[in-house]
Protein backbone atom coordinates (compact mmCIF):
# COMPACT_ATOMS: atom_id res chain seq x y z
CA UNK A 1 0.00 0.00 0.00
CA UNK A 2 1.51 3.18 -0.95
CA UNK A 3 1.85 5.91 1.42
CA UNK A 4 0.94 9.50 0.63
CA UNK A 5 3.33 12.39 0.39
CA UNK A 6 3.77 14.71 3.48
CA UNK A 7 5.21 17.12 1.05
CA UNK A 8 5.02 16.60 -2.51
CA UNK A 9 8.73 18.36 -3.53
CA UNK A 10 12.60 18.91 -2.59
CA UNK A 11 11.55 22.54 -2.58
CA UNK A 12 8.80 22.67 -0.72
CA UNK A 13 10.90 20.32 2.01
CA UNK A 14 13.87 22.79 1.57
CA UNK A 15 11.41 25.75 2.68
CA UNK A 16 9.38 23.77 5.26
CA UNK A 17 12.47 22.83 7.53
CA UNK A 18 14.56 25.92 7.00
CA UNK A 19 10.99 27.82 8.34
CA UNK A 20 11.30 25.42 11.29
CA UNK A 21 14.45 26.12 11.97
CA UNK A 22 13.49 29.58 11.90
CA UNK A 23 10.82 29.49 14.89
CA UNK A 24 11.89 30.34 18.24
CA UNK A 25 8.79 29.22 19.79
CA UNK A 26 7.62 25.40 19.62
CA UNK A 27 4.53 25.62 20.83
CA UNK A 28 2.07 28.19 21.78
CA UNK A 29 -1.80 28.52 22.59
CA UNK A 30 -2.81 29.12 18.78
CA UNK A 31 -1.65 24.94 18.27
CA UNK A 32 -4.11 23.69 20.92
CA UNK A 33 -7.05 23.41 18.81
CA UNK A 34 -4.72 21.49 16.21
CA UNK A 35 -3.79 19.24 19.18
CA UNK A 36 -7.00 18.46 20.45
CA UNK A 37 -8.09 17.62 16.68
CA UNK A 38 -4.48 15.14 16.97
CA UNK A 39 -5.62 13.29 19.94
CA UNK A 40 -8.78 12.20 18.58
CA UNK A 41 -7.45 11.18 15.42
CA UNK A 42 -4.43 9.14 16.63
CA UNK A 43 -7.27 7.27 19.40
CA UNK A 44 -9.27 6.25 16.63
CA UNK A 45 -6.33 5.85 13.58
CA UNK A 46 -8.97 7.69 11.49
CA UNK A 47 -9.37 11.28 10.18
CA UNK A 48 -13.53 10.17 9.12
CA UNK A 49 -14.02 8.92 12.82
CA UNK A 50 -12.32 12.14 14.51
CA UNK A 51 -14.25 14.42 12.12
CA UNK A 52 -17.48 13.09 13.15
CA UNK A 53 -16.56 13.26 17.16
CA UNK A 54 -15.57 16.86 16.06
CA UNK A 55 -18.88 17.64 13.85
CA UNK A 56 -16.27 18.60 11.54
CA UNK A 57 -15.56 17.38 7.92
CA UNK A 58 -12.84 15.01 7.10
CA UNK A 59 -11.01 17.14 5.35
CA UNK A 60 -11.01 19.95 7.78
CA UNK A 61 -9.63 17.16 10.18
CA UNK A 62 -6.95 16.56 7.77
CA UNK A 63 -5.85 20.57 6.84
CA UNK A 64 -5.78 20.76 11.03
CA UNK A 65 -3.57 17.72 11.21
CA UNK A 66 -1.28 19.04 8.07
CA UNK A 67 -0.79 22.53 9.95
CA UNK A 68 -0.11 21.29 12.88
CA UNK A 69 2.93 19.25 11.34
CA UNK A 70 3.74 22.08 9.65
CA UNK A 71 4.00 23.98 13.30
CA UNK A 72 5.79 21.46 15.16
CA UNK A 73 8.02 20.34 12.08
CA UNK A 74 7.44 16.69 11.91
CA UNK A 75 5.64 14.29 10.70
CA UNK A 76 2.49 12.60 12.96
CA UNK A 77 1.00 10.40 10.60
CA UNK A 78 2.20 7.69 7.76
CA UNK A 79 -1.01 8.37 5.27
CA UNK A 80 -2.33 5.85 3.27
CA UNK A 81 -4.89 5.36 0.59
CA UNK A 82 -7.61 3.57 2.99
CA UNK A 83 -5.72 4.06 6.54
CA UNK A 84 -3.05 5.93 8.40
CA UNK A 85 -0.35 5.07 11.16
CA UNK A 86 0.94 7.34 13.90
CA UNK A 87 4.70 7.82 12.98
CA UNK A 88 7.43 7.25 16.05
CA UNK A 89 7.44 11.06 16.51
CA UNK A 90 3.55 11.00 16.63
CA UNK A 91 3.56 7.90 19.21
CA UNK A 92 5.50 9.96 21.34
CA UNK A 93 4.25 13.12 21.46
CA UNK A 94 0.15 10.95 21.80
CA UNK A 95 2.06 9.43 24.39
CA UNK A 96 2.30 13.10 26.32
CA UNK A 97 -0.46 14.35 25.25
CA UNK A 98 -2.80 11.48 27.11
CA UNK A 99 -0.59 12.04 29.85
CA UNK A 100 -0.77 15.32 30.35
CA UNK A 101 -4.80 15.38 29.96
CA UNK A 102 -5.31 12.59 32.19
CA UNK A 103 -3.37 14.76 34.59
CA UNK A 104 -5.54 17.93 33.87
CA UNK A 105 -8.56 15.80 34.24
CA UNK A 106 -7.31 14.48 37.50
CA UNK A 107 -6.35 17.84 38.72
CA UNK A 108 -10.12 19.64 37.81
CA UNK A 109 -11.92 16.60 39.22
CA UNK A 110 -9.24 17.42 42.70
CA UNK A 111 -10.38 20.95 42.13
CA UNK A 112 -14.26 20.03 41.79
CA UNK A 113 -14.53 17.76 44.63
CA UNK A 114 -12.13 19.44 47.46
CA UNK A 115 -11.49 15.97 48.68
CA UNK A 116 -8.73 13.09 48.54
CA UNK A 117 -9.33 11.19 45.80
CA UNK A 118 -7.87 10.89 42.04
CA UNK A 119 -5.37 8.35 40.57
CA UNK A 120 -1.72 8.45 42.21
CA UNK A 121 1.06 6.74 39.93
CA UNK A 122 3.70 5.22 42.30
CA UNK A 123 7.00 4.02 40.61
CA UNK A 124 9.00 1.55 42.56
CA UNK A 125 12.39 -0.79 41.98
CA UNK A 126 10.54 -4.55 41.91
CA UNK A 127 12.37 -5.82 45.13
CA UNK A 128 11.15 -3.38 47.58
CA UNK A 129 7.49 -3.15 45.54
CA UNK A 130 6.95 -6.42 46.34
CA UNK A 131 9.00 -7.32 49.77
CA UNK A 132 7.99 -4.40 51.33
CA UNK A 133 5.22 -1.97 49.80
CA UNK A 134 2.87 -4.30 48.94
CA UNK A 135 2.58 -6.06 52.35
CA UNK A 136 1.60 -2.47 54.13
CA UNK A 137 0.00 -1.11 50.93
CA UNK A 138 -3.83 -2.53 52.15
CA UNK A 139 -3.40 -0.26 55.16
CA UNK A 140 -3.04 2.60 52.92
CA UNK A 141 -5.93 1.91 50.54
CA UNK A 142 -8.08 1.86 53.78
CA UNK A 143 -7.52 4.88 54.97
CA UNK A 144 -8.27 6.80 52.01
CA UNK A 145 -10.16 4.03 49.61
CA UNK A 146 -11.23 7.16 47.23
CA UNK A 147 -7.07 7.40 46.03
CA UNK A 148 -6.75 5.02 43.23
CA UNK A 149 -3.05 4.10 43.42
CA UNK A 150 -1.48 2.74 40.39
CA UNK A 151 2.24 0.54 41.11
CA UNK A 152 4.21 0.29 38.23
CA UNK A 153 7.83 -1.46 38.65
CA UNK A 154 10.93 -1.50 36.64
CA UNK A 155 14.50 -0.85 37.01
CA UNK A 156 15.03 1.95 34.84
CA UNK A 157 14.67 5.52 36.27
CA UNK A 158 11.41 6.17 35.58
CA UNK A 159 10.13 9.43 33.25
CA UNK A 160 8.02 10.98 35.40
CA UNK A 161 6.57 13.23 32.23
CA UNK A 162 5.87 10.36 30.26
CA UNK A 163 4.83 8.13 32.09
CA UNK A 164 3.33 10.29 34.49
CA UNK A 165 4.62 9.33 37.69
CA UNK A 166 3.98 11.21 41.02
CA UNK A 167 6.35 9.09 43.09
CA UNK A 168 9.47 6.82 42.99
CA UNK A 169 10.73 4.99 45.05
CA UNK A 170 14.58 3.78 44.30
CA UNK A 171 16.92 2.04 45.89
CA UNK A 172 20.14 4.60 45.53
CA UNK A 173 22.84 6.80 46.45
CA UNK A 174 20.47 9.70 47.02
CA UNK A 175 21.77 11.56 44.14
CA UNK A 176 18.74 13.39 41.95
CA UNK A 177 19.41 16.75 40.67
CA UNK A 178 16.46 18.22 39.93
CA UNK A 179 13.87 16.39 41.91
CA UNK A 180 12.49 16.40 45.46
CA UNK A 181 13.88 13.81 47.28
CA UNK A 182 14.11 12.27 50.95
CA UNK A 183 15.69 9.55 52.60
CA UNK A 184 12.77 6.35 53.32
CA UNK A 185 14.90 3.80 54.92
CA UNK A 186 18.74 3.19 55.21
CA UNK A 187 19.37 -0.23 54.64
CA UNK A 188 21.96 -3.24 55.84
CA UNK A 189 22.99 -5.90 53.96
CA UNK A 190 24.24 -9.59 54.95
CA UNK A 191 25.17 -12.64 52.97
CA UNK A 192 21.69 -15.53 53.40
CA UNK A 193 21.28 -18.88 52.26
CA UNK A 194 19.49 -21.44 53.59
CA UNK A 195 20.71 -23.74 56.61
CA UNK A 196 21.12 -26.99 54.73
CA UNK A 197 23.05 -25.21 51.83
CA UNK A 198 25.73 -23.88 54.37
CA UNK A 199 26.10 -26.77 56.58
CA UNK A 200 26.56 -28.65 52.90
CA UNK A 201 28.87 -26.24 52.10
CA UNK A 202 30.99 -25.87 55.63
CA UNK A 203 29.56 -22.22 55.62
CA UNK A 204 29.20 -21.63 59.38
CA UNK A 205 31.43 -18.93 60.20
CA UNK A 206 33.70 -20.00 57.83
CA UNK A 207 33.23 -16.84 55.56
CA UNK A 208 36.42 -18.59 53.45
CA UNK A 209 34.45 -21.25 52.21
CA UNK A 210 32.48 -18.75 49.81
CA UNK A 211 35.16 -19.72 47.03
CA UNK A 212 33.87 -23.37 46.79
CA UNK A 213 29.93 -22.23 46.76
CA UNK A 214 27.81 -20.64 44.05
CA UNK A 215 27.22 -17.05 44.60
CA UNK A 216 23.89 -15.18 43.53
CA UNK A 217 23.95 -11.83 42.51
CA UNK A 218 21.43 -8.41 41.61
CA UNK A 219 23.03 -7.72 38.64
CA UNK A 220 20.66 -4.21 38.56
CA UNK A 221 21.27 -3.42 42.27
CA UNK A 222 20.97 0.33 41.53
CA UNK A 223 21.97 2.20 38.10
CA UNK A 224 25.11 1.72 36.35
CA UNK A 225 25.76 -0.92 39.12
CA UNK A 226 27.99 -3.98 38.32
CA UNK A 227 27.11 -7.33 38.24
CA UNK A 228 28.14 -8.24 41.30
CA UNK A 229 28.26 -4.85 43.07
CA UNK A 230 27.06 -6.04 46.02
CA UNK A 231 29.02 -8.21 46.78
CA UNK A 232 32.06 -6.40 46.49
CA UNK A 233 30.82 -3.88 49.05
CA UNK A 234 30.27 -6.57 51.32
CA UNK A 235 33.49 -8.36 50.86
CA UNK A 236 35.86 -5.22 51.09
CA UNK A 237 33.85 -4.39 54.09
CA UNK A 238 34.94 -7.54 55.45
CA UNK A 239 38.45 -7.79 54.49
CA UNK A 240 37.15 -10.89 52.50
CA UNK A 241 38.88 -11.88 48.93
CA UNK A 242 35.70 -12.50 46.48
CA UNK A 243 37.01 -15.61 44.70
CA UNK A 244 37.41 -14.24 40.92
CA UNK A 245 36.19 -17.44 39.10
CA UNK A 246 33.38 -18.49 41.28
CA UNK A 247 30.35 -20.12 40.37
CA UNK A 248 27.22 -17.55 39.89
CA UNK A 249 23.88 -17.03 38.69
CA UNK A 250 22.62 -13.32 38.26
CA UNK A 251 19.29 -11.87 38.49
CA UNK A 252 17.68 -8.56 37.85
CA UNK A 253 16.35 -8.54 41.09
CA UNK A 254 17.62 -8.27 45.04
CA UNK A 255 13.89 -10.67 45.84
CA UNK A 256 15.11 -13.23 42.81
CA UNK A 257 18.73 -13.80 44.38
CA UNK A 258 17.06 -14.32 47.92
CA UNK A 259 14.42 -16.59 46.65
CA UNK A 260 16.80 -18.35 44.64
CA UNK A 261 18.81 -18.81 48.04
CA UNK A 262 15.46 -20.11 49.52
CA UNK A 263 15.27 -22.87 46.72
CA UNK A 264 18.83 -23.84 47.92
CA UNK A 265 20.22 -22.20 44.99
CA UNK A 266 23.88 -20.47 47.00
CA UNK A 267 24.32 -17.59 48.99
CA UNK A 268 23.03 -14.26 47.94
CA UNK A 269 23.42 -10.43 49.30
CA UNK A 270 20.13 -9.99 51.26
CA UNK A 271 18.72 -6.41 52.02
CA UNK A 272 17.45 -6.25 55.67
CA UNK A 273 14.33 -5.10 55.06
CA UNK A 274 13.52 -7.37 52.08
CA UNK A 275 14.14 -10.67 53.62
CA UNK A 276 13.64 -9.58 57.31
CA UNK A 277 10.89 -12.35 57.51
CA UNK A 278 12.04 -14.75 55.97
CA UNK A 279 15.40 -14.82 58.65
CA UNK A 280 12.60 -14.67 60.96
CA UNK A 281 10.46 -17.83 59.80
CA UNK A 282 13.97 -19.38 59.24
CA UNK A 283 13.36 -19.57 55.92
CA UNK A 284 16.93 -18.21 55.17
CA UNK A 285 19.95 -17.57 57.63
CA UNK A 286 23.11 -15.55 57.82
CA UNK A 287 26.01 -18.19 58.09
CA UNK A 288 28.09 -16.17 59.36
CA UNK A 289 28.69 -13.88 62.85
CA UNK A 290 28.91 -10.71 61.37
CA UNK A 291 26.60 -8.02 61.87
CA UNK A 292 24.85 -6.45 58.82
CA UNK A 293 26.55 -3.97 56.81
CA UNK A 294 24.89 -0.78 56.68
CA UNK A 295 26.30 0.72 52.99
CA UNK A 296 25.84 4.32 51.34
CA UNK A 297 22.34 2.88 49.90
CA UNK A 298 19.50 3.33 51.27
CA UNK A 299 16.14 3.73 49.80
CA UNK A 300 14.93 7.15 48.62
CA UNK A 301 11.00 8.70 47.97
CA UNK A 302 11.77 11.20 44.96
CA UNK A 303 8.98 13.31 43.05
CA UNK A 304 8.78 16.28 40.74
CA UNK A 305 9.73 19.99 42.25
CA UNK A 306 6.12 21.56 41.88
CA UNK A 307 4.55 24.56 43.12
CA UNK A 308 1.48 22.99 44.14
CA UNK A 309 1.36 19.17 45.58
CA UNK A 310 -1.67 17.61 44.83
CA UNK A 311 -3.58 16.06 48.56
CA UNK A 312 -3.53 12.53 47.69
CA UNK A 313 0.61 13.10 47.47
CA UNK A 314 0.76 14.53 50.22
CA UNK A 315 -1.14 11.78 52.94
CA UNK A 316 0.82 9.51 50.81
CA UNK A 317 4.11 10.32 51.18
CA UNK A 318 3.17 11.02 54.70
CA UNK A 319 1.93 7.70 55.12
CA UNK A 320 4.94 5.89 53.22
CA UNK A 321 7.25 7.79 55.62
CA UNK A 322 5.28 6.55 58.53
CA UNK A 323 5.65 3.33 57.28
CA UNK A 324 9.53 3.76 56.63
CA UNK A 325 9.87 5.02 60.43
CA UNK A 326 8.22 2.31 61.83
CA UNK A 327 10.93 -0.42 59.67
CA UNK A 328 13.06 1.41 60.35
CA UNK A 329 12.90 1.12 64.40
CA UNK A 330 12.61 -2.50 64.27
CA UNK A 331 15.54 -3.56 62.37
CA UNK A 332 17.31 -0.95 64.52
CA UNK A 333 17.97 -3.89 67.26
CA UNK A 334 20.83 -5.58 65.25
CA UNK A 335 24.23 -4.29 65.97
CA UNK A 336 25.76 -2.35 62.44
CA UNK A 337 29.19 -2.39 60.64
CA UNK A 338 29.49 1.40 58.47
CA UNK A 339 31.09 0.89 55.54
CA UNK A 340 33.67 3.76 54.77
Same mark, same amino acid.
Given at each position: ???????????? $? *??????????????? *???????????????? !?????????????????????? =????????? !???? @?????????? /????????????? =??????????? #??? +?????????????? &???????? *????????????????????????????????????????? &??? #?? %???????????????? &??????????? &???????? =????????????????????? *??? $????????? +??? +? +??????? /?????? /?? !??????????? %?????? =? @??????????????????????? !????????????????????? @???????
Amino acid at each position: MREASFLSSKQE $Q *DSFYQQYLNQKTILN *DQHLINLQTFIYAANS !LSFQLAADQLCLSPSAVSHRIN =KLEKQLGFQ !LFHR @FTRKIKLTTE /GERLYGVLKNSFS =KINSEIHDIRS #CEL +SGSLNVFSHPSVAE &NWLLPRLA *DFVSRYPSIQINIRMGNEQASFQEQAIDLAIYYSNGYFPGF &NSE #CL %MEEQILPVCTKAYAEQ &NKLINQPESLG &NCTLLHDA =KAWHYSAVDAEWHVWCKQMKI *DLP $QHHAMITFD +SSR +S +SACAAIY /GMGVAI /GR !LHLVRKWLDTG %MLISPF =K @FAPLRTSFNYYLVWPRLQYIPPR !LEVFLAWIKQQGEMSQQADYQ @FPLLSAQ
